[in-house]
């Protein structure tokens, strides 16, 4: 580096990273946004691709858009009917609907001499016949908390679609929904399904990658202004990192990586996590300025002393978040590499853009302040000290904190809910809360039952039964209310043939099935009826809506239902499928996953710090004090109930990755100290007082720029900013306490002559 630390070089340097950072500005400027939510769930999973299979052609739970209107005159007013029949008409006229199911076009059926009739559940005509049909509304399942609201104040209109949707189409049916309500009097709807949540979900994506950007950015200069208080000391790590984001943005685009939920928090992260370098650098700079080095003396000797170490904490921090290659789930395996590269981008430029900028630019005015260096040192020194003449006290106490983080992470459990991400106010969440209360839940479970025997059907009656004992089970033991199944088929039709009352919905017996058999045959035909009978008759979809009680409470359910389902019927195989059940599933796995890569990322560093200050003992030293900030996290989230769940798992890989950075700058100063002859303690002394300084600044900028995520309307944003800084906070406390009394366990290193670093 000294041989190029003069003006001439600088410039060509900086005139070198400028031109590349347009190029990469130029690509960044085209990046896309992901709309494509399936790419979280593993390719690999054959019950995956089986619904995707069946869902192909099919009016899927997954592919309708909900729409819950609030009716204030009730259901039983003919002037609210005409509207909701004149604006479920329009509806049915607006691009992307295939298909509109609401109480104005739903009949029951009589089976009369001359044939089949169908008559309105509700006639707005008829109002004398009010009362009637509440009677029959409430007494039939399909209806009642299906369409209807248990309140009668609301109903429920069901928008089917094309499975895939653009991001454009979805917006045009969201507006053409409220446009067409709003235009026949209906002002409080609320919207609901796949589409309309992902819709939603991107648009907040991309307002909150923008302004968490902006927060942190303007935090970290506030920061580095209070900490350096010159002008030149905040422009030039900013630069660092704001080059680093662009990069690494720019290489997202030149690889075809388009940003979603996972990805958007990359450039926020990496700007916080980049400036990491440039603050130690930057730190040990000033440093040598204080001491009357001259400007390319002082950036040489900076980098001598901390180049090393924060190569290792680049390649140690890449590590973790390339740990992430071994989840099965593709953006997150991009999101560590992207990651990984993002943090290496900023080594380099950190290493060529930033020292040449030094070299360009005048001594900041703080060097001129020695004040403020020794009050630094008073005050380590003294803090120091502290920690020496309390080593009992913080063993005891990080031995306590250990065992309790230890009781409180393994009470720990893998869970999820479907809208926990939202806050209250959140139109999805609000959506959900409103369907679920006044109708039959919004998490929806779907399950395939496939005849073992090649030449029966889901319509014959021994296989018919079978799935009437899977449609009871779900209403006793999920609560779920109205069901589509073969077998619901049936007890329609039987209904409809005994006249049409409510009671008549029942499972016929065997001899009476046979008059049925004409009527199913015709209903076989019907669209929609094609939906749950799949595979030419050879499987057959139960599918209906519960209340969200929890992935981890579903997936019990779920295996109880599949034990249930494998002793009592045994002339059908059952699969649950269906997107609310591989949102459970795919939760524990990946969130599994992710602890094992947190694992694995723990025996990588641990072997590449024995191999660099070679010493099997320093695995033990190290791990410890970087270990108990995670322990602590997993404590803090067991005391205010938050569940393991792919956000929250994410966590803690990128928690370790930074938070090692510090005991290793710590080392590597440690191991300086020790070749210039100074014994342990002193060394450790020495270290504390000028590493330990530097650990704070960047625990303090790190901090100010996560903390800024506490303000996100998505929780799992918000959950990370807080404990990824509360973590922080923990390992820079457990570093300057803990760390140095581990260190003293050391061999005694034999003094060397004196040497200048």
Same mark, same amino acid.
């Given at each position: ?313 680049? &390649?140690?921090? +890449?590590?973790? =978040?390339? $740990?992430?290659? /071994? *989840? @099965?789930?593709?953006? %997150?395996?991009? !999101? ?91 139109? &999805?969440?609000? +959506?959900?809360? =409103?369907? $679920?209360?006044? /109708? *039959? @839940?919004?998490?929806? %479970?779907?399950? !395939? ?309």
């Amino acid at each position: 580096m000294r041989n190029w630390l003069n003006k001439s070089a600088a410039k060509r340097m900086i005139a070198a990273m400028v031109i590349l950072t347009l190029i990469f500005g130029a690509y960044a400027s085209r990046v896309n946004f992901s709309y494509n939510f399936e790419r979280f769930f593993p390719a690999d999973n054959e019950d995956f691709e089986l619904y995707q299979k069946y869902k192909e052609g099919s009016f899927f739970s997954d592919s309708r858009t909900i729409v819950g209107v609030e009716l204030p005159n009730g259901i039983f007013d003919s002037e609210t009917l005409h509207n909701l029949k004149l604006a479920t008409d329009s509806l049915k006229k607006t691009p992307w609907a295939n298909q509109v199911m609401a109480l104005p076009d739903l009949k029951y059926y009589i089976e009369t001499p001359i044939g089949v009739m169908g008559f309105p559940y509700i006639d707005g005509k008829k109002p004398e016949n009010f009362k009637s049909d509440s009677s029959r509304i409430a007494n039939t399942e399909s209806i009642y908390r299906v369409f209807v609201g248990k309140n009668y104040k609301s109903t429920l209109v069901s928008v089917f679609t094309d499975f895939y949707l653009s991001k454009s189409a979805t917006d045009s049916l969201y507006h053409s929904i409220n446009n067409v309500f709003t235009h026949y009097g209906f002002t409080e709807i609320h919207l609901g399904g796949r589409l309309i949540n992902q819709s939603i979900i991107l648009d907040n994506l991309k307002r909150e990658m923008g302004v968490f950007v902006s927060i942190s950015f303007l935090l970290v200069i506030i920061t580095l202004t209070l900490v350096f208080k010159s002008f030149w000391g905040v422009i030039t790590p900013l630069t660092i990192v704001v080059g680093t984001a662009v990069w690494n943005v720019g290489f997202m685009t030149i690889f075809g990586k388009e940003i979603d939920v996972l990805s958007s928090l990359i450039p926020s992260i990496l700007f916080i996590v980049g400036i990491s370098d440039v603050i130690h650098i930057y730190t040990k700079y000033i440093d040598g300025l204080r001491t009357g080095l001259e400007k390319d003396e002082a950036i040489y000797r900076a980098y001598k002393q901390v180049g090393m170490a924060t190569f290792i904490t680049s &390649i140690t921090t +890449s590590i973790g =978040f390339l $740990s992430l290659l /071994f *989840s @099965g789930i593709a953006p %997150i395996r991009e !999101f560590g590499i992207y990651m990984a590269l993002g943090v290496m981008t900023a080594f380099v430029l950190s290493f060529t853009l930033f020292p040449a900028a030094i070299i360009l630019l005048p001594k900041p005015k703080i060097v001129l302040t020695k004040k403020k260096a020794n009050a630094w040192d008073k005050y380590m020194t003294k803090l120091f000290e502290w920690v020496m003449g309390h080593k009992q006290l913080i063993g005891i106490t990080s031995l306590v904190l250990f065992v309790l983080s230890i009781l409180g992470s393994s009470q720990l459990k893998i869970n999820n809910y479907l809208t926990e991400e939202l806050p209250q106010g959140n139109k &999805i969440r609000d +959506s959900f809360e =409103f369907i $679920s209360d006044n /109708f *039959s @839940g919004m998490r929806t %479970i779907d399950l !395939f039952a496939t005849v073992k025997d090649s030449n029966k059907t889901v319509l014959d009656y021994d296989i018919a039964k079978e799935i009437d004992l899977i449609d009871q089970y779900l209403k006793t033991e999920y609560k779920v209310g109205a069901i589509i199944s073969p077998a619901a088929l049936i007890k329609q039709t039987n209904q409809t043939h005994l006249g049409g009352k409510p009671s008549n919905y029942r499972f016929p017996s065997k001899d009476d099935f046979g008059d049925l058999k004409t009527n199913l045959k015709i209903a076989r035909q019907n669209k929609f009826v094609k939906s749950f009978i799949l595979s030419k008759g050879k499987t057959g979809r139960i599918s209906g809506n519960l209340d969200d009680f929890g992935g981890y409470i579903n997936i019990q359910k779920n295996k109880e239902l599949l034990k249930f389902a494998k002793k009592n019927c045994p002339n059908i195989s059952v699969k649950i499928l269906g997107m609310s059940h591989f949102i459970d599933t795919n939760n524990v796995r990946v969130s599994k996953s992710l602890l094992i890569s947190l694992g694995l990322a723990f025996v990588l560093i641990s072997i590449l710090m024995a191999f660099l200050y070679k010493s099997t003992r320093i695995i033990f030293i190290a791990i410890i004090p970087n270990v108990l900030p995670l322990l602590l996290i997993g404590l803090i989230m067991y005391l205010v109930g938050i569940d393991i769940k792919v956000s929250t798992a994410l966590i803690f890989t990128i928690a370790y990755g930074i938070a090692v950075d510090d005991t290793i700058h710590f080392l590597g100063n440690l191991k300086i100290e020790l070749r210039k002859g100074f014994d342990m303690k002193d060394a450790i002394g020495n270290t504390f007082r000028t590493t330990g300084k530097s650990i704070i600044l960047t625990t303090l900028i790190l901090f100010s720029g996560f903390i800024s995520h506490a303000m996100s309307d998505f929780t799992s944003s918000m959950v990370m900013g807080i404990l990824v800084s509360s973590c922080l906070v923990f390992a820079v406390i457990i570093d300057l306490t803990l760390l140095p009394i581990l260190l003293l366990w050391l061999p005694k290193s034999k003094p060397k002559t004196n040497e200048s670093d």
